[in-house]
Nanobody
Framework: QVQLVESGGGLVQAGGSLRLSCAAS????????MGWHRQAPGKQRELVAT???????NYNSAVKGRFTISRDNAKNTVYLQMDSLEPEDTAVYYC??????????????WGQGTQVTVSS
């Protein structure tokens, strides 16, 4: 089992920045990628970004150029730096962990979620 603990959500004005963190613990050897999903009210959950152990990244086109995912393998922690935030980014953000091979991303674990609210 892998446990994911998120932090860093909150309220920010449009154009502002937030950084989310997610610390993984437990059977880390079983995963090779981590990422973030989000779910806005009344909408389906969607992928935000992923990063492999080798630091290969993938982004949702809606956030590319504004969000940056990174990881510290020594700390088993992944970060999501969110800049130029827009009201449309308001959502619960979930840390995810699993296995990625090419375009296939299998999510094995979910965090509890952290609220990000962007005011206009």
């Amino acid at each position: 089992q892998v446990q994911l603990v998120e932090s860093g959500g909150g309220l920010v004005q449009a154009g502002g920045s937030l950084r989310l963190s997610c610390a993984a613990s437990g059977s880390i050897f079983s995963i090779n990628a981590m990422g973030w999903h989000r779910q806005a009210p009344g909408k389906q959950r969607e992928l935000v970004a992923t990063i492999t152990r080798g630091a290969s990244t993938n982004y949702n086109s809606a956030v590319k150029g504004r969000f940056t995912i990174s990881r510290d393998n020594a700390k088993n922690t992944v970060y999501l730096q969110m800049d130029s935030l827009e009201p449309e980014d308001t959502a619960v953000y979930y840390c995810t962990a699993g296995r990625q091979s090419g375009s296939i991303w299998i999510i094995d674990y979910w965090g509890q979620g952290t609220q990000v609210t962007v005011s206009s």
